[in-house]
């Protein structure tokens, strides 16, 4: 990559969260220092990181992840079918997603080399992924679906200027129909807002 100049595009880990909350694995920057002689600090300065934001307006696999979910609320193991993670790549290729945003930041090189400090090489492998994430954060946009699915969630009106009452209705009707099979369970209900609630939790506790 350095020696011919050229970007590629690495995900902040092996999926994304099925909740809406993504964290950068600090796993996958140490991989990145595996194949330099430099200090890892300099070398992932080096590498120009640049995060990028990507923002569905509707999550095609949203109903599917439900179920895992709800084991997992409950300390339960949630045993996968066969193909079922293949079938949830096609849907989320294939399925739709409404508006889509793409949001490439500035490299982190300044925030990265203001960690010199750090001696200890997982503290500062933890604080860079931090630092993705919140570059993440604050520049993931916001749906109607996200702010309709927060003001649901906490039963309130705080963000009530970021959507019409057709959009709101809309996204109701959204969340009836993808829970079909969960009519009266509540906890579904929670868990399935709280995928489209995460991002804007997230960007209120980023750090600007």
Known sequence: ????????????????????????????????????????????????????????????????????????????????????DNQHMVLGIKGYKGNINIHFAAP???????????????????EIADIIDNEIYNNYYLFASHYVAYDLLHHSNEFENEYTPEEKQSFIDYVEKRLVNFKGNTLAKEIFLKMYANPVINKLEAKT
């Open 1 to 84: 990559m350095k020696e011919k100049n050229q970007s590629i595009w690495i995900a902040q880990r092996e999926g994304r969260a099925k909740d809406g909350f993504d964290k950068t694995n600090p796993g996958l920057l140490k991989m990145f220092g595996l194949c330099s002689s430099e200090d890892l600090l300099s070398h992932l300065i080096s590498l120009n990181i640049s995060p990028v934001a990507i923002s569905y307006e509707y999550d095609p696999c949203d109903y599917l992840k439900i179920n895992e979910l709800i084991k997992k609320h409950n300390g339960e193991i949630y045993i996968k079918s066969e193909n079922e």
């Open 108 to 126: 982190i090189n300044d925030k990265i080399a203001a960690l010199s400090h750090i001696k200890n090489r997982n503290d500062l492998l933890k």
